[in-house]
């Protein structure tokens, strides 16, 4: 069992790490220094935060500062396709505030950078933290597994995102699976989504699993069993009046008997259920039903890492804006509140909340964001119809077509600053912010049109 404590401080620095010859500090020092250094030269030049070619010179000169930076520290890990960085945040917001005075010894890639390079980056900018909490990209799973030895791993869910670079989801479900049947009791405790077939299948070989329903009303991504491949049966599904799913039911498999596991959180609707039966009173300050079940997940993730409910949700309540996600920024002059998604199940939950009157949608296909854009056609842009809608970004004209076939008439702006100052002057009502939903790289251009850096 985990024990529901805060680990105690270290007794010496994490950098003073057990295993670690004198040559491999020297180098890891090294590649540290070069690292911050071309951090800082890309900030001045105006190249970006930097965190990019940091993490890249640090890795390079010293291969497995992945696997160095993360030993002698407590790891608490938040992985899956959607919703990792805001729990990541609400896990980090959590932890700090229980720390107080100490929260020194917390570090974080608050900024998202998820693979080995940001991860490492992020780490040898706090040699002296011994708790990281981490935002875990979806294919670095089994090597944090191996090598940082988390100790809680939250699982959120899965969905197709970037299949030129993912390829199928159960093959990262695999991986998972793989990576905690190896790691064995020394492998970490499981925070699981238990509405998830695939993320309940991996977490089967965990040596311990605490199960969370997140309130997701996704499910067109989890049809089959990932045990036998038949066709899953949802019981007890609900829709309200206009055809909307408000709960998508609980799932078995007639095939092979495996069904969803009874959760100690439960999410329905916009209301939490703790381990007690108690209601919370979440008061959150981002939006959206799906960031309750985000923050369910970052409470029982606490809570086995030994924060209260109530400290929890008093650091959780201080996170506005994500990595920039419901920001509200100033471009060319026009109030935005930019919006994230990046595949079908992140469309389903941003489209409710992009009410302004036009709604800017920005597409790109460039790496960041899988060059594949078939994962349109299985977006319900049918529910914009009758709205006045700007379609911008490198690839807004296969928007546009998708667009067509729902439906739904657009402007077509392939710029994304002539698109943010043409809707801003459509706008009825000048004092409200103009919504603006963005995949990675167009969202990441917007933040910093809007000065971010």
Known sequence: MVSHQLPEPPTSKPRARAGLSALDRARLSLATFAGRAASLASRVVGRGSGQSIQGAILTRLAPRAFEHLLAGRTVVAVTGTNGKTTTTHFVAAAVCEALGKDASRLVTNADGANLHRGIASALSEAPKADIAVLEVDERVVADLVKLGKPKILA???????????????????????????????????????AEEPLVAWA?????????????????????????????????????????????AGTWRCPGCGRSQHKATIVVRGETVHDADG??????????????VGNAAVALATVREFGVDT????????????????????EIRGVKCRLMLSKNPAGWAESLPLGTSDP???????????????????????????????????????????????????????????????????????????????????????????????
């Open 155 to 193: 699982m959120l869910n899965f969905s197709r995102d970037q299949l030129d670079r993912n390829h199928e989801i159960k093959a990262l479900a695999r991986a998972w699976r793989n990576a905690l049947e190896e790691a064995g009791e020394d492998g970490p405790l499981v925070i699981a989504n």
């Open 203 to 247: 977490a089967e070989t965990a040596r311990e699993t605490v199960w969370v329903n997140s309130g997701s009303v996704w499910n067109d991504d989890a049809v089959l069993c990932p045990g036998c491949d038949t066709v899953l049966e949802r019981e007890n599904p609900e829709v309200d009046d206009a055809g909307n799913v408000t709960f």
């Open 278 to 291: 108690n209601e919370l009173d979440l008061q959150l300050n981002v939006p959206g039903r799906f960031n």
């Open 310 to 329: 109530e400290t929890a949700l008093a650091g959780m309540r201080k996170v506005q804006a994500p990595a920039g996600r419901f920001g509200i920024n």
């Open 359 to 453: 709604l800017v949608l920005a597409i790109d296909s460039v790496l960041a964001d899988g060059r594949d854009v078939s994962w349109l056609w299985d977006v319900d842009f049918e529910s914009l119809r009758g709205r006045q809608v700007i379609a911008t970004g490198r690839n807004t004209f296969d928007l546009a077509v998708r667009l067509d076939y729902a439906g739904v008439e657009c402007q077509t702006i392939k710029d994304l600053g002539t698109a943010i100052e043409t809707a801003g002057s459509m706008r009825a009502d000048q004092s409200a912010p103009l919504d603006v939903i963005a995949t990675y790289t167009p969202f990441q251009v917007l933040r910093r049109m809007g000065g971010a850096k």
